[in-house]
T-cell receptor, first 114, second 110 residues
Framework: EAAVTQSPRSKVAVTGGKVTLSCHQT?????MYWYRQDTGHGLRLIHY???????EKGDIPDGYKASRPSQENFSLILELASLSQTAVYFC?????????????FGEGSKLTVL | GQQVQQSPASLVLQEGENAELQCNFS?????LQWFYQSPGGSLVSLLS???GTKHTGRLTSTTVTKERRSSLHISSSQTTDSGTYLC????????????FGSGTKLTVEP
């Protein structure tokens, strides 16, 4: 069974603070993704990566940075957290990209910015 | 931007009834996937069906690419089917990005 683990699972941050969400996969997958989900809405893609040391912008990258130091790890960084970034964040991995491959999701990280 | 519309927004069934969920999208899609989100929030991929009809267990998806729509049929619903069903497409213009609809919240009552 494919495994994607996220940390922390829940975090409260202050406005203007720095937040780092981490994701680790043991699937040996090339593709990794960060999505955010707002209450009552679907997921929106923030950043993705298909190879270590390289990241790509998704649909809503503003206010977020991503880092892919190795195939297994993918981080999402909020340098200056804002109230509007309160959401649940999901990491996912895929072997061949979303065009052809199945997505495996982590359990989500609930971020509350106060 | 890309738009994925799902209907109905919510659906309540009695156990054993069938469910029909709809997904309409505004762009030509190279990929269409259905996901299930549990009441606790975890997400799993159900099936991938960019065109035609695909079956898996009690699920049947039919996608008509030219008409930019897809449906997910759940037969003989069970209480454990309760949750939110999300449709997502990868448009031809940017096939690395999946765009999600807001989902259909299904409640199956005993």
């Amino acid at each position: 069974e494919a495994a994607v683990t996220q940390s922390p699972r829940s975090k409260v941050a202050v406005t203007g603070g720095k937040v780092t969400l981490s994701c680790h996969q043991t699937n040996n997958h090339d593709y990794m993704y960060w999505y955010r989900q707002d209450t009552g809405h679907g997921l929106r893609l923030i950043h993705y990566s298909y190879v270590a040391d390289s990241t790509e912008k998704g649909d809503i990258p503003d206010g977020y940075k991503a880092s892919r130091p190795s195939q297994e790890n993918f981080s999402l960084i909020l340098e200056l957290a804002s109230l509007s970034q309160t959401a649940v964040y999901f990491c996912a991995s895929s072997g061949t990209g979303t065009n052809t491959g199945q997505l495996y999701f982590g359990e989500g990280s609930k971020l509350t910015v106060l | 931007g890309q738009q994925v519309q799902q209907s109905p927004a919510s659906l309540v069934l009695q156990e054993g009834e069938n469910a029909e969920l709809q997904c309409n999208f505004s762009s030509t899609a190279t990929q269409l996937q259905w996901f299930y989100q549990s009441p606790g929030g975890s997400l799993v991929s159900l099936l991938s069906n960019p065109s035609g009809t695909k079956h898996t267990g009690r699920l049947t998806s039919t996608t008509v690419t030219k008409e930019r729509r897809s449906s997910l049929h759940i037969s003989s619903s069970q209480t454990t089917d309760s949750g939110t069903y999300l449709c997502a497409i990868a448009p031809m213009s940017n096939y690395n990005v999946l765009y999600f609809g807001s989902g259909t919240k299904l409640t199956v009552e005993p």
